[in-house]
């Protein structure tokens, strides 16, 4: 089958560094995506690994190691507004668009 | 314009109501999805549809029936629903591989 793990819960301080983990299990990949969604909001995209290696986008950046079927979401300098629910997700197999989402982080940030 | 729009924001409906929700972009993206989400859960994929064919379903009820009338729309149609169907209910769009979507603000819905 496949599946996405993550924390169900994560908390960190205003101005620090938090890593959201990943780990997957799939028989096809493409690559991983990260979203924020805010409580009664919707989820906004983040940010994209294709390839094993860092990608940053400003405060963030999402790291992917294909071989070790992981990868994590990294948020710098912590601000209360990303206060948030954070998750991953992948495309297929059963279809190049078949999108599943990981089971989502709930990130606090706390003064 | 990269918004996508989702109509009503909120829906109350009967087990025996038929209703529809409606979810429309404007960025030229040809992949259209609808997901269902339970609250503290992450989004389950529903539907998708790919150059305006479904090309995706992901073992709905037929109580559930979608439509993409042309690569802007994308409706649900609800019929008979049950209590259990209470949920967000998000659209998105894509370029045709969907590693990055766009979200609608989804409708939430209610039955009773």
């Known amino acids: 089958g496949q599946s996405l793990e993550q924390p169900s819960e994560v908390t960190a301080v205003e101005g620090a560094i938090v890593q959201i983990n990943c780990t997957y299990q799939t028989s096809g990949f493409y690559g991983l995506s990260w979203y924020q969604q805010h409580d009664g909001g919707a989820p906004t995209f983040l940010s994209y690994?294709?390839?094993?290696g860092l990608e940053e986008t400003g405060r963030f950046s999402s790291f992917l190691s294909r071989s070790d079927s992981y990868g994590y979401l990294l948020l710098q300098e912590l601000q209360m507004k990303d206060s948030a629910s954070y998750f991953c997700?992948?495309?297929?197999?059963?279809?190049?668009?078949?999108?599943?989402f990981g089971t989502g982080t709930k990130l606090q940030v706390i003064p | 314009d990269t918004e996508v729009t989702q109509t009503p924001k909120h829906l109350v409906m009967g087990m025996t109501n038929k209703k529809s929700l409606k979810c429309e972009q404007h960025m030229g993206h040809r992949a259209m999805y609808w997901y269902k989400q339970k609250a503290k859960k992450p989004p389950e994929l529903m539907f998708v549809y790919s150059y305006e064919k479904l090309s995706i379903n992901e073992s709905v009820p037929s109580r559930f029936s979608p439509e993409c009338p042309n690569s802007s729309l994308l409706n649900l149609h609800l019929h008979a629903l049950q209590p259990e169907d209470s949920a967000l209910y998000l659209c998105?769009?894509?370029?045709?591989?969907?590693?990055?979507?766009?979200f609608g603000p989804g409708t939430r819905l209610t039955v009773l």
């Open positions: 690994n294709a390839l094993d």
């Open positions: 997700a992948f495309r297929g197999p059963g279809g190049y668009q078949k999108v599943t």
């Open positions: 998105a769009s894509s370029q045709s591989g969907g590693d990055e979507q766009f």
